[in-house]
């Protein structure tokens, strides 16, 4: 399996199933390209990879999949024993729709907070619509952490921490805290795990070594 990514320190799309394969445990190479290049460089270099211009692709068994959500969703298919979904349907169908709401949404949040993993953290002043994405985000995390338990969002690690690690490093880089959006003390703890994973730390060095 070829998985390409795009820069680590600012690729969220990429971070997300690179840390659903690392789980698989299969062994995967990566090919990296550079983001934000000057003059569509960028594009031309992704599109011999991925016919959408865009990160993440992976490549297995003649398939050339591309979208961060529908290469997770194979490879929970394709290996079942990392149960990167979990068995039960409940458990399963809200993880499944905590996950959609980031892959479609806060989008005030994203353009406002860009994953940026080779600066310091600083203060940000939001907007109120990157305010309500937090206050979403604060009220998925607390209710889906006290009705699973946590340490994760459904128990186990699963594909939708996955989709908020990246979310978990903006609120870090911008030093937004989630208790002043209503989250509750679990929330803030489950920010942090998803930043001390093994997975996530690899990725992390990696990203800073980029730079
Ligand atoms: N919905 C897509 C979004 C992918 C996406 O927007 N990727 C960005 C990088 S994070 C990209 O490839 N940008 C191309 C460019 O910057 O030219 C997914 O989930 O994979």
Known sequence: MELVIGTKAWSTWSLRPWLALKKTGAPFTETLIS???ENDMTREAILPHSPSGLVPCLKTDGLV????LAICEFLNE???D???WPTDPAARAL???AAAEMHSGFVALRSECPMALEIAPRPLDLSAAAGRNVARIAQIW???LARFGGPFLLGEWSIADAFYTPVATRLRTYQIDLAAYG???AATAYCGALLETPEFLAWEAAARAEA
Request: aromatic fraction near 4%; proline fraction near 5%.
């Open 142 to 144: 607390s209710e889906l």
């Open 78 to 80: 394709a290996y079942p």
């Open 35 to 37: 983001l934000r290049q």
């Open 82 to 84: 990392a149960r990167l």
């Open 65 to 68: 999949l591309v979208d961060s």
């Open 95 to 97: 993880g499944r729709a």
């Open 183 to 185: 989250g509750s003390a």
